[in-house]
């Protein structure tokens, strides 16, 4: 909701369990925050506390019996290929490493005996700060908590209105897990712990909490530190495990005793500053109701829910999207795992890690249209290092050069099959889709250096792919084996699997990855002869197909399928995020593509947070604003939780993500050369403005509509080019853009 303070979350209450608690982050480090007034807690989380080292998984036995597995395959006798796949092609063992909590900081408050009063709780988005506020008797409490990205620490701020009303007891808590952790006093009022993460190879951690307490006195007594008869108290803490540093628990302490000395203005200031330069560049507004401004975030969901339209809400649901990207993936971070940085379990659902068949790819799909692109490096980061591992899964398994993954990766950049799910597992494309952000990262900023550095990681992933497809029978070049991720085919015969030859998914990615290749080389003028065998290999990859019912063939043949409402909609790559499937230019896959969805949604679809987020996307890109609506609706009203995180079925951040690259796609789509404005506008947002969106071809767009037309525009252009521009009530614009400069129209122009 916007008011006086700007658009934030609030709550009458404190959050009774996690998923009503309040994140922060800086990339690296995060927090849950509660709100509890007698006995607060903290769950913390530092991105590199995972269980166990790096290993190599790769099956030896794959190689000899690929030929095997493909026949298999080819002769239709599914069963036998899955039962001969999972023993040959699993990783060894089976799964990778999962990702851990740092621990709990627990708060116990002295004096909180009498009932609590006009109590708050806020997220505010505009600051990146959680507050608390609270009233016992005469004395108002507040705390202030932010994640602060210069500094690498996280603040507490904590006072009361009464001097020397605030005593508390803080301590570290990492629950039944205690014994892999010790804690000891640190100066005259910290506490140092510090522990293993466990399993063969495992890092070790620490985190370190100091306090600067204004009157009042500090001691520490055992694993506790206890403030008595404070006025306010500014709570210090760092962490790191010795994936980044050989000594995490003095890097720290120094941390600590540098930001010990700078006051706790000086630390807000620097953190807002650093947080505004992110989030404050993009601002959307929808036809918003101020009768609802005086209901907290929770009841207007519920609301939202039982069917009230809230534009507000979905502003806030937008800019939360924006904030949980800052907040789980700096420069320097790994990159959003499939719960950002926020994980309380120490046994998290699908290990709270990286799949890449989907999820972590959602994840990045608004960096760059929604002016975040600076947060998209972890993941560049993290495909670099996918490099090494993933040449020895080529070459061990498949005998290909250049570098593979499969639908999962970990801390260790592990490229080796996950589970022996054969659905899932054994999926050679992940790889190859991750460094698709490479070049949308490029077709956004336009920046020839950064392209010209990842070239050839770009070309390292198509390398594989060429020596990986297989020919069939008429002469087509196709994945074997692989699957479509997730679902199930019925052979005429009666035989149903999920091993196959040729993936629809599979063509589309690798078209979309060979014409980024060759696009890349023309640009920088290098690699002419690999080119032509790109060129080559791409006229023969199959073409998007139309089966039986009018839909995209989801396989290379139009096999029905086991479950037509299947959450993954992988066939549509190519609609979005790929672009070949085109609501203009390719009306009738685009129509073939309306069939996919609507028997999607008629068998059930949509019914994960992320499915039906992508279907957001799918729809928005269709040009159809009221289906786009509806699902977005459908997202908030059956996939969220009430602190607004994305509920997968659990907590899964992927539909944050893929939500708020929905709302965006529906304002604004772009290709190289052309902009359209408001492609998928519903009729419920009849008017409302944007600021800060951008487009590829290097533009930064503000728009405002009246009456479902635009009345201005303002294209901002970090490079040159001759771009075209189209929206509702716009006549068509054509302008030859020059970097640095601004350009306006309007209805007038
Ligand atoms: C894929 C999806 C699941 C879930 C998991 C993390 O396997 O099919 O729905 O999102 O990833």
């Known amino acids: 909701m916007t008011n006086a303070a700007g658009r934030r979350l609030w709550y009458a209450q404190p959050a009774q369990e996690w998923n009503e608690a309040l994140p922060i982050g800086c990339g690296r480090l995060g927090a849950m925050i509660f709100g509890r007034p007698a006995e607060e807690r903290l769950q913390l989380n530092e991105d590199s506390v995972w269980y166990g080292g790096p290993r190599d998984r790769n099956n030896p036995d794959a190689l000899a019996y690929l030929p095997a597995v493909r026949q298999l395959i080819g002769e239709g006798r599914l069963r036998e290929a899955e039962e001969l796949a999972s023993m040959s092609m ?158 995490p628990e003095q890097e720290a302490k120094d941390r600590l005793d540098e930001l010990w000395q700078i006051p706790y203005a000086r630390l807000l200031a620097r953190h807002t500053a650093d947080y505004r330069s992110l989030y404050a560049r993009t601002e959307l507004r929808l036809p918003e109701d101020s009768s609802w401004d005086h209901l907290p975030t929770d009841e207007r969901l519920k609301r939202f829910g039982a069917g009230q339209d809230d534009h507000g809400l979905l502003a806030d649901y937008f800019q939360y999207g924006r904030y949980l990207l800052i907040a789980s993936s700096r420069p320097g971070s790994l990159p959003a795992n499939l719960q950002g940085i926020w994980n309380d379990s120490f ?187 790109l060129s080559a290999a791409l006229a023969r990859l199959p073409k998007p197909q139309i089966g039986r019912y009018g839909q995209i063939q989801e396989w290379l043949e139009d096999y029905e399928e086991a479950e037509p409402g299947h959450r993954h909609i992988s066939h549509l790559f190519a609609l979005y995020p790929g672009d070949a499937i085109d609501a203009q230019r390719t009306p009738e896959l685009a129509a073939a593509a309306r069939t996919t969805l609507e028997r999607r949604l008629a068998g059930g679809g949509g019914h994960t947070g992320w499915s039906r987020a992508w279907i957001v996307n799918f729809w928005a890109r269709l040009r159809d604003g009221e289906q786009a609506y509806a699902n977005v609706r459908a997202l908030l009203a059956k996939s969220t939780l009430p602190n607004l995180f994305d509920n997968h079925p659990p907590f899964q951040i992927d539909g944050n993500f893929g939500g708020a690259t929905g709302i965006a796609e529906m304002l604004l789509q772009s290709r190289i050369g052309e902009i359209a404005l408001l492609p998928a506008l519903p009729s419920a947002w009849h008017e409302g403005s944007v600021r800060g969106l951008r487009a590829r071809g290097g533009y930064t767009l503000d728009f405002v509509w009246a009456a479902r037309q635009i009345t201005t525009v303002t294209v901002t252009c970090s490079s040159g080019g001759f771009c075209r521009l189209e929206g509702p009530g716009l006549a068509a614009v054509t302008f030859e853009g020059e970097a640095g400069r601004t350009y306006r129209f309007g209805r007038e122009s």
């Open 90 to 247: 699993a990783g060894m063992p089976e799964a990778q490493r999962h990702y851990l909590p740092l621990g709990d900081l627990r708060l116990s408050f002295g004096g909180h005996d009498e009932p609590v009063e006009a109590y708050l709780r806020e997220l505010d988005l505009e600051n990146g700060v959680c507050r608390v506020r609270y009233r016992i008797g005469e004395v108002e409490y507040t705390r202030e908590h932010f994640a602060s990205y210069p500094g690498q620490a996280i603040v507490i701020r904590l006072s009361a209105s009464r001097r020397g009303a605030l005593s508390f007891k803080a301590r570290f808590d990492r629950g039944s897990w205690r014994a892999m952790e010790r804690t000891d006093p640190w100066r005259s009022c910290g506490l140092a712990m510090r522990g293993h993460c466990g399993g063969e190879g495992g890092r070790s951690f620490a985190a370190v909490l100091r306090a600067n307490v204004e009157d009042g006195e500090c001691r520490t007594i055992g694993e506790h530190m206890v403030v008595e008869g404070a006025s306010s108290v500014t709570l210090l803490l760092a962490a790191g495990t010795t994936f980044r540093h050989l000594d």
């Open 347 to 533: 046994s998290p659902a699908w290990d709270s890690k990286f799949t890449i068949n989907i999820n972590t790819q959602m994840n990045y799909w608004h960096a760059e249209t929604c002016n975040l692109a600076e947060c998209h490096e972890p993941l560049f980061d993290l495909i670099e290092r996918m490099r090494e591992p993933g040449r020895v899964t080529a070459q061990s398994m498949y005998g290909c050069r250049g570098f593979t993954a499969h639908h999962n990766t970990d801390i260790w950049a592990d490229t080796a099959p996950q589970d022996t799910y054969v659905p899932a597992s054994f999926w050679p494309l992940g790889a190859a889709w991750l460094c698709l952000h490479l070049w949308e990262h490029y077709r956004f900023g336009q920046d020839a250096h950064f392209l010209a550095e990842r070239y050839e990681t770009l070309k390292e992933a198509a390398v594989f792919l060429l020596d990986y497809l297989t020919e069939d029978e008429s002469g087509r070049l196709v994945t074997c084996p692989s699957v479509s991720p997730e679902n199930t085919y019925l052979l005429p015969g009666g035989e149903s699997g999920v091993l196959c030859t040729g993936a629809s998914m599979d063509s589309q990615i690798i078209g979309s990855l060979f014409e980024a290749c060759l696009a890349a080389g023309e640009t920088l003028e290098i690699d002419a002869s690999f080119r032509a065998e």
